[in-house]
């Protein structure tokens, strides 16, 4: 095994992390929300231009951060997916959350589970770009990777 081959990728380590943020997000308490939101958008604004070119569209820190002061996480999580991304949300009746995501341009879903809505958007969200982000240990972007759920 060659040296290189030890060493990940920036990309490879930015999607560990976003697989990381996904049970973070999925396994947190719902006091845990407003920081779980900010690190999502923290690791998607330094998401690598190989992996996931639409991040320009991503919302500034001051608008996530006012509408976590407004009471307003769910609508913080949604800022995070922006325009193009595809959702759906679910409440059971013990107050369970699901999040489903799919992602522009792939015609694959994610569903994660939350404590609330907010951190089951998030955790859709990170797993979804987690599963199609993956890099191969040749530092190359996979073209097709399957999807998994995540519930």
């Not at 560990?16 to 929300?33: D, I, N, Q, R």
């Not at 694959?108 to 199609?132: M, R, V």
Request: with cysteine; hydrophobic share 50%.
């Amino acid at each position: 095994m060659e040296e290189n081959d030890l060493i990940l990728s920036s990309a490879q380590s930015w999607v560990l992390s976003m697989s990381e943020m996904a049970l973070a997000c999925s396994g947190a308490f719902a006091c845990e929300e407003a920081r779980h939101l900010r690190a999502c958008h923290a690791l998607l604004q330094s998401a690598p231009a190989s992996v996931l070119p639409w991040v320009d569209a991503l919302p500034k820190l001051d608008r996530i951060e006012a509408l976590l002061q407004a009471g307003a996480a769910e609508s913080a999580a949604l800022a995070l997916l922006g325009d193009r991304c595809g959702y759906m949300l679910s409440r059971g009746p013990m107050g369970e959350a699901l999040a489903t995501i799919v992602l522009p341009g792939s015609t694959n879903e994610c569903t994660a589970n939350g404590d609330t809505l907010a951190l089951a958007i998030a955790a859709a969200l990170a797993q979804a770009l987690s599963e199609t982000c993956q890099v191969p240990a040749s530092g190359r972007q996979a073209e097709h990777s399957p999807a998994l759920r995540f519930n």
